[in-house]
């Protein structure tokens, strides 16, 4: 009998490494915490890379599928200065290599890969503690309890299962993101569509700036990037949608209109997501019986690498427990030497400080200069 999987979380790295392992016939349980695939929104756009996500696609057998999701026209880029004028644009011409999917229905086509029953759902951890010997116990938040004698935390940011490897905890990166949504664009918001533009547009000075894409049905999601202390955030009632929005379109004054539409003409109140990360080289020394994947083992920034980073970590480990289905221990640490140095070395142009706008000199220069070299 091929030893089970015990997975925490039921995100796209999670539901990944469930897939690699179904194909190669190993059992394999997914706990997740929210209560059904429907619990909340998954987000917005992904750009699913042709050396990471797309391999670990591949490696699941669900290219086609995958495929079918891409929106058309998405890979289409353009820069603007605060005043609205288009410093850089790229063209979606077809034959780039990040194609543009929504997250959720992606999330779907790998629950849909698995078979019934594989994901629990409603299934919050509180507690993991080992139990000698390369076996752990999870207990859930009603009560419940699972042992495991192969155990894989995908549990995201804030992981129940990384205590068992490391003491690492995230810390705030300095910045957080405002999050805002404009339905009907086309229509009922003709100026901000127009300057976003078919795909995404970013505009930015040190400290501030606005990242917008194109959406399925007609809908803009922006993301109102800030560089402040937590305690300058706390300051803005966000209970208080208008005045909350208004507060941080004063921060954006002289940007032109059709940008801080983006921010004071938001269809649902304005979200703010603090952004957290562990340390760049965070690693830890082999425990028999446990590992992790995604955020859970090497949160960063938001830099574009994020879930493609997650699936290819899921692939990956999937092929190397099937690969040595009788040794677990040499998979997990096949896997994890391969896994420090590849988190640690994932830059895009996402992780320069132009994207960051925190950089004072060049940051204009410096971020076309890598969007061209990624054209």
């Known amino acids: 009998m091929r030893t089970p999987v015990t997975i925490i979380g039921a995100g796209l790295g999670g539901l990944t490494l469930a897939r690699v392992l179904h194909l190669h016939g190993i059992p394999v349980t997914v706990y997740e915490a929210e209560s ?16 990471n996500g797309q391999l670990a696609l591949e490696t699941a057998s669900l290219m086609d599928e995958f495929r079918d999701l891409i929106l058309e026209g998405r890979q ?9 004028t288009v410093l850089h644009e790229m063209a979606d011409d077809g034959t780039g290599g990040r194609p543009e999917v929504q997250r959720g229905e992606l999330r779907q086509v790998l629950l849909d890969s698995l078979p019934a029953g594989t994901v629990r759902w409603g299934h919050k951890v509180s507690s993991t503690r080992s139990l000698g010997e390369g076996s752990h116990e999870v207990t859930f938040a009603d009560g419940s309890t699972v042992v495991s004698s192969l155990l894989v935390g995908a549990d995201g940011a804030w992981s129940r299962v990384r205590q068992l490897l490391s003491p690492a905890t995230p810390e705030y990166t300095g910045k957080s993101v405002v999050e805002t949504y404009l339905f009907e664009a086309d229509t009922r918001h003709p100026a901000a569509a127009k300057t976003v533009g078919g795909g995404s547009m970013i505009a930015f000075t040190p400290g501030r700036e606005i990242f917008a894409h194109r959406e ?6 922006a993301y109102v990037g800030l560089s402040e202390p937590q305690d300058w955030f ?9 005045a909350a929005a208004s507060r941080i379109a004063e921060e954006f004054t002289g ?14 109140p304005p979200v703010l997501r603090p952004l957290y990360a562990l340390p760049t080289e965070h690693r830890w020394d082999r425990v028999p019986g446990v590992t992790l994947l ?34 677990i221990e040499t998979a997990l640490t096949e896997y994890e030497q391969a896994m420090f140095p590849r988190s640690a070395a994932a830059v895009t142009f996402g992780d320069a400080e132009a994207h960051g706008a925190d950089s004072e000199n060049g940051a204009v220069e410096a971020l076309l200069k ?6």
């Open 36 to 51: 059904s695939p429907a619990a909340r929104s998954q987000g917005g756009m992904l750009d699913i890379h042709d050396y």
């Open 76 to 84: 289409a880029m353009r820069v603007l200065d605060p005043d609205g």
């Open 216 to 221: 399925r049905g007609d809908t803009l999601h």
């Open 234 to 242: 706390a300051a803005i009632d966000f209970t208080d949608a208008s």
């Open 255 to 268: 940007w032109a209109p059709e940008l801080t539409a983006l921010i004071t003409d938001g269809d649902i």
């Open 294 to 327: 995604g955020d859970a083992a090497h949160l960063s920034a938001p830099n574009g690498e994020g879930a493609n980073l997650a699936m290819y970590d899921g692939a990956e480990l999937g092929k190397a427990i099937a690969a040595h289905p009788d040794d």
């Open 370 to 375: 890598m969007i061209s070299e990624q054209a």
